[in-house]
């Protein structure tokens, strides 16, 4: 299965700037994946990221608020835009396939203050 | 839109006892997919489960899923220290190609 790495590992911001978190994996993937996990919770996906495509947003997200880069098959960005405490959690990117189950990166931890 | 549901929320069990989840989907799923995630980390793929009825073991791990294909468990026997964490069952669709994850279960060990 495929590794990812994913960076920052965590992050406190000042409110009102933006924040991107990236991801590499290891081998090419068709899509990848960004969810929110707040403390405790179940995942929420934010988008579905295609190479070569724009991004395919869930209910409740859009590409103002996060906008999302997939330049290749191996690398992926989530931007966190201007930040408000609200967007304080943990977002993680995810890739593999249906038939095989998916990867996750380590997680972004992030505080706006 | 479509809801994984899992139960109970917590679980707390003496070292030694057996833990069931029980996860419920309000559609019904192209495959089922089991996570773990310790504390403090990512979900990790446990298992997948594609055919009514379908059960499938790891070690002292025993995934089942419906014949319906809208439910699912996991149940783990004689728990050990290491099983701590939240396990969530996740549900794919071929039709939308979107993974739902389950509310989750937080498992923990009374040594």
């Known amino acids: 299965s495929a590794v990812i790495s994913q960076k920052p590992s965590r992050d406190i911001c000042q409110r009102g700037t933006s924040l991107t978190i990236q991801c590499q994996v290891d081998?090419?993937?068709?899509?990848m994946f960004w969810y929110r996990q707040q403390p405790g919770q179940s995942l929420t996906l934010i988008a579905t990221?295609?190479?070569?495509?724009?991004?395919?947003?869930e209910s409740g997200f859009v590409i103002d608020k996060f906008p999302i880069s997939r330049p290749n098959l191996t690398f992926s960005t989530l931007t966190v835009s201007n930040m408000s405490p609200e967007d304080s959690s943990i977002y993680l990117c995810?890739?593999?396939?249906?038939?095989?189950?998916?990867?996750f990166g380590s997680g972004t931890r992030l505080t706006v203050v | 839109g479509q809801q994984v549901m899992q139960i109970p929320q917590y679980q707390h069990v003496q070292e030694g006892e057996d833990f069931t989840t029980y996860c419920n989907s309000s559609?019904?799923?192209?495959?089922i997919q089991w996570y773990k995630q310790r504390p403090g980390g990512h979900p990790v793929f446990l298992i997948q489960?594609?055919?009514?009825?379908e059960v499938k073991k790891q070690k002292r791990l025993t995934f089942q899923f419906g014949e319906a294909k809208k439910n699912s468990s996991l149940h783990i026997t004689a728990t050990q220290t290491t099983d701590v964490g939240t396990y969530f069952c996740?549900?794919?669709?071929?039709?939308?190609?979107?993974?739902?994850f389950g509310t989750g279960t937080r498992l923990t060990i009374i040594p």
């Open positions: 995810s890739a593999g396939l249906p038939s095989r189950g998916y990867t």
């Open positions: 081998s090419q993937v068709t899509m």
């Open positions: 990221a295609n190479q070569g495509s724009e991004a395919t947003y």
């Open positions: 559609t019904t799923l192209s495959n």
């Open positions: 489960l594609v055919k009514s009825g």
């Open positions: 996740a549900g794919f669709n071929f039709g939308n190609e979107k993974l739902t």
